[in-house]
T-cell receptor, first 116, second 110 residues
Framework: NAGVTQTPKFQVLKTGQSMTLQCAQDMNHEYMSWYRQDPGMGLRLIHYSVGAGITDQGEVPNGYNVSRSTTEDFPLRLLSAAPSQTSVYFC???????????????FGSGTRLTVV | RKEVEQDPGPFNVPEGATVAFNCTYSNSASQSFFWYRQDCRKEPKLLMSVYSSGNEDGRFTAQLNRASQYISLLIRDSKLSDSATYLCVVNPPWSNQFYFGTGTSLTVIP
């Protein structure tokens, strides 16, 4: 199994450009999520999905869109990139997000995004 | 109030030392807790789940203190390879979200 695959690994965007970060998992996990990680801020949840066709906002959703048309894929779209979106983005999945399930996350290797 | 908080450190310890990290959580009804390890410029990786009865995996011991609402990670006989940032994670009740602490940095010195 490949686990969680993120592409691209690195990206430089100009302010105002849009792009999509790809995330795919082959573990049949129902739960997928996107985090951004910034120095001193830790991992902050952007959007998450508890199954195909279901998405919801996390802590910092502004400027990002997601969709979940299949169980495997959960792309993150930056609508109009801003320098404040310079960060490391991680996609993560879990077999279940139920609060009592005891299942943890598997993370992708991350995308380092710079917006200039 | 943050769902989970941890001391950022850094902790600098000599090889062979024992070191412990704590992480406090705000929702007393939380049930799922985890410790993750993150190496520099890498993704976080699951280190251990934390069970009510505590659990041990080799040199690593995780414990839960419900009365004081914290989880702990104990590393015995520290190795150079243990140098990393350790993240605690809480999945509050009736929530679909995992909350991460900001991480505790550990450097093991030869």
């Amino acid at each position: 199994n490949a686990g969680v695959t993120q592409t691209p690994k690195f990206q430089v965007l100009k302010t105002g450009q849009s792009m999509t970060l790809q995330c795919a998992q082959d573990m049949n996990h129902e739960y997928m999520s996107w985090y951004r990680q910034d120095p001193g801020m830790g991992l902050r949840l952007i959007h998450y999905s508890v199954g195909a066709g279901i998405t919801d906002q996390g802590e910092v959703p502004n400027g990002y869109n997601v969709s979940r048309s299949t169980t495997e894929d959960f792309p993150l779209r930056l609508l109009s990139a801003a320098p404040s979106q310079t960060s490391v983005y991680f996609c993560a999945s879990s077999y279940s997000s139920r609060w009592d399930s005891g299942y943890g996350y598997t993370f992708g290797s991350g995308t380092r995004l710079t917006v200039v | 109030r943050k769902e989970v908080e941890q001391d950022p450190g850094p902790f600098n310890v000599p090889e062979g030392a024992t070191v412990a990290f704590n992480c406090t959580y705000s929702n007393s009804a939380s049930q799922s807790f985890f410790w993750y390890r993150q190496d520099c410029r890498k993704e976080p990786k699951l280190l251990m789940s934390v069970y009510s009865s505590g659990n041990e995996d080799g040199r690593f011991t995780a414990q839960l203190n419900r009365a004081s609402q914290y989880i702990s990670l104990l590393i015995r006989d520290s190795k150079l390879s243990d140098s990393a940032t350790y993240l605690c994670v809480v999945n509050p009740p009736w929530s679909n979200q995992f909350y991460f602490g900001t991480g505790t940095s550990l450097t093991v010195i030869p």
